[in-house]
């Protein structure tokens, strides 16, 4: 079965430093999200990509965060400048399209610990 | 108000018993829901979409009252791999991102 895959599965790095997160999405989705999980709280919607560009963000991503799909197989999140509060888990997920009936897949999520 | 509301938990529950799962939701354009099932330090995966007419899938039985802003999910004959997070989520609609509850916390004892 096709998933949705995420690299590093856990990264560690010191505040103001940056952070790529990557993620290897199902080979036939076009629709491209980050979340991410504060320990101990709700998992939280980031950014949704189509087309090679962000179709909608929450107040969550700000000017610290970017996405990319630098080849037609990786879709990147960058923190810029790594706070701690960013300690998260952070998953990605794709879709086949966007409607209610396309099932998002999540991929393992990459923890991300900042010192 | 939270977007999307749900009793934390823990459900502790005997092997075989009936459970059931409330939740509620604050933004009525909401257009598609869902129970995602999370274990610890696990990704989400999608337990069941839910209708307006109601849907089951196996032991599990899922409803939805658009006008009171609710979703159920009951869980007949538990199992003890049925113990796990359930996450009530939400979605507007087009290319918007998923809204989650915080979960409800099961488990399963033998």
């Known amino acids: 079965e096709p998933e949705v895959t995420q690299t590093p599965s856990h990264q560690v790095t010191q505040m103001g430093q940056e952070v790529i997160l990557r993620c290897v999405p199902i080979?036939?989705?076009?629709?491209f999200y980050w979340y991410r999980q504060i320990l101990g709280q709700k998992v939280e919607f980031l950014v949704s990509?189509?087309?090679?560009?962000?179709?909608?963000k929450s107040e969550i991503f700000d000017d610290q965060f970017s996405v990319e799909r630098p080849d037609g197989s990786n879709f990147t999140l960058k923190i810029r400048s790594t706070k701690l509060e960013d300690s998260a888990m952070y998953f990605c997920?794709?879709?086949?399209?966007?409607?209610?009936?396309?099932?998002?897949?999540f991929g393992p999520g990459t923890r991300l610990t900042v010192t | 108000r939270k977007e999307v509301e749900q009793d934390p938990g823990p459900f502790n529950v005997p092997e075989g018993a009936t459970v059931a799962f409330n939740c509620t939701y604050s933004?009525?354009?909401?257009?598609?829901f869902f129970w995602y099932r999370q274990d610890c330090r696990k990704e989400p995966k999608l337990l069941m979409s839910?209708?307006?007419s109601g849907n089951e899938d196996g032991r599990f039985t899922a409803q939805l009252n658009r006008a009171s802003q609710y979703i159920s999910l009951l869980i007949r004959d538990s199992k003890l791999s049925d113990s796990a997070t359930y996450l009530c989520?939400?979605?507007?609609?087009?290319?918007?991102?998923?809204?989650f509850g915080k979960g409800t916390h099961l488990i399963i004892q033998p």
């Open positions: 997920a794709s879709s086949e399209g966007q409607g209610g009936i396309y099932e998002q897949y």
């Open positions: 989520v939400v979605k507007r609609g087009g290319a918007d991102g998923l809204t």
């Open positions: 080979s036939n989705h076009l629709y």
């Open positions: 839910v209708y307006s």
């Open positions: 990509f189509y087309n090679n560009e962000i179709s909608e």
């Open positions: 933004n009525s354009a909401s257009q598609s």
